[in-house]
Nanobody, 115 residues
Framework: QVQLVESGGGLVHPGGSLTLSCAAS????????MGWYRRAPGKQRELVAT???????NYADSVEGRFTISRDNAWSTVYLRMCGLTPEDTADYHC?????????WGQGTHVTVSS
């Protein structure tokens, strides 16, 4: 089992920045990739960014160049640095861990981008 707890969401003005954190605990040695997903109001969940054990990263086209995913070497925390935020980035952001035992999800943290 892997437990994930997200933090760092909140209200930010357009053009502002936020850093989300995802704290992982439990069987973190089984994790081989982690990622951030988001669900905007009235829309389906979409991938934002992922990072692997080899630190290979992947980003949605909509956030490429604005968001940066990173992690510590122990997989205990994964970050999502978000810059140049727009109202279209308003969503619930969820952390995901892919492990040998399956996928795990956090409860999410909400981001609102508004003036």
């Amino acid at each position: 089992q892997v437990q994930l707890v997200e933090s760092g969401g909140g209200l930010v003005h357009p053009g502002g920045s936020l850093t989300l954190s995802c704290a992982a605990s439990g069987n973190i040695l089984s994790i081989f990739a982690m990622g951030w997903y988001r669900r905007a109001p009235g829309k389906q969940r979409e991938l934002v960014a992922t990072i692997t054990t080899s630190n290979n990263t992947n980003y949605a086209d909509s956030v490429e160049g604005r968001f940066t995913i990173s992690r510590d070497n122990a997989w205990s925390t994964v970050y999502l640095r978000m810059c140049g935020l727009t109202p279209e980035d308003t969503a619930d952001y969820h952390c995901n861990a892919a492990s040998g035992a399956g996928d795990y999800w956090g409860q999410g943290t909400h981001v609102t981008v508004s003036s």
